[in-house]
């Protein structure tokens, strides 16, 4: 499979990252490490987490995620098969979130403990802190680098503009740089991210990897009317695409999937895959079934004429 660059990192990735935030969630930690067999057995390797996931279910106080991840790398052996990208700055309990380096510090400890390795691949900014002067945290990373417990950083959630000032800053002091960009980013969600941030990251070379790259399952094709939102948990998000645009994105993948004879998630990833913009969507699965669909993407060689159809359908 043919790989790319994360950024200017030098660390390859195959072209779809699997999305953590299920495990210890809608998936148990069995069928977890099932899901991440079938995906680098697929000859896939990215795989993207948080600290937080999955604080908000019941019962759980975040670094699930991390946890399963860390279990199965340890049974399986597979850490320097697999890029491991996680993320800090979510609201972790009281007086544990933000990028105040002495926090940083602290997180990607627990991040490390939780996912029994010693260095993390790509440590992503969950979000923007404007609390924290963005030298204080580029200072943070830059010693967690010198310390070989990251090799690269991300940022998600910022907008162009801080963006651009943390990458001013790392020039500035020759700290490490924002390496890559994590946005809201699908067939659906699409002008906030083309509008500043898309030139910005080709003109800096930043690699982006999309969350959200279904739009909450709803680009699957299983969420068509308001009944549909009782299928999942995600169920509620997903009918919120449910109007007359989502309706004919959702039309147009109809079609181009038939084409290939594929899902519409497979089309709706391979979309993604093919924009120039993008390294690696990132999606979820619960089954190996649904991964399966995913994974095709990355096989998946659209025509002009198919991206002209979802493009025209999406237009915002």
């Known amino acids: ?52 996931y999955s604080a908000w279910v019941p019962g759980n106080k975040g670094g699930e995620s991390e946890t399963i991840i860390g279990k199965w790398l340890k049974q399986r052996g597979h850490r320097e098969k697999v890029v491991i ?20 510090e602290k997180a990607v400890e627990d991040s490390l403990k939780r996912l029994q390795t010693d260095y993390i691949d790509l440590y992503q900014s969950h979000r923007d802190d404007p609390t ?14 010198n310390q070989g417990k990251i090799r690269a950083i991300g940022a998600s959630n ?38 500043e941030l898309e030139p910005f990251c080709l003109e800096k070379g930043l690699g982006v990897i999309s969350y ?45 999937a038939a084409q290939h004879k594929v899902n519409p998630a497979t089309i709706a990833l391979a979309w993604l895959i093919n924009r120039k913009s993008i390294t690696a969507p990132i999606a979820s699965a619960t089954s190996i079934e649904q991964l399966k669909d995913l994974t095709k993407s990355a096989q998946i060689q659209l025509s002009a004429q198919d991206i002209e159809l979802l493009n025209k359908a999406s237009a915002y």
Do not use: C
């Open 1 to 52: 499979m043919n790989k790319r660059h994360l950024g200017h990192s030098g660390i390859e990735v195959a072209p779809l990252a699997f999305g953590g935030n299920v495990f210890g969630w809608t998936v148990d930690e069995a069928t977890s490490f099932k899901l991440l067999d079938a995906f680098v057995d697929a000859g896939f390797n990215l795989i993207d987490t948080a600290d937080v």
């Open 132 to 145: 924290i002067p963005q030298e204080e945290t580029l200072e943070a990373y830059d010693k967690l680098r």
């Open 212 to 256: 959200y790259s279904l739009a909450s399952g709803f680009l699957t094709g299983k969420y068509r009317s308001a009944t549909d939102a009782n299928k999942s948990a995600r169920g509620g998000k997903a009918a919120g695409y449910l109007n007359d645009r989502g309706l004919r994105i959702l039309k147009a993948l109809d079609e181009v």
């Open 158 to 195: 910022f907008t162009k503009d801080r963006l651009a000032e943390a990458l001013a800053i790392s020039a500035r002091w020759n700290y490490p740089s924002y390496i890559t960009l994590q946005p809201n980013y699908n067939l659906y969600d699409r002008q906030d991210f083309e509008k």
């Open 85 to 104: 990208a996680t993320k800090v700055g979510m609201e972790m309990g009281p007086g544990k979130k933000g990028l105040a380096p002495y926090y940083i």
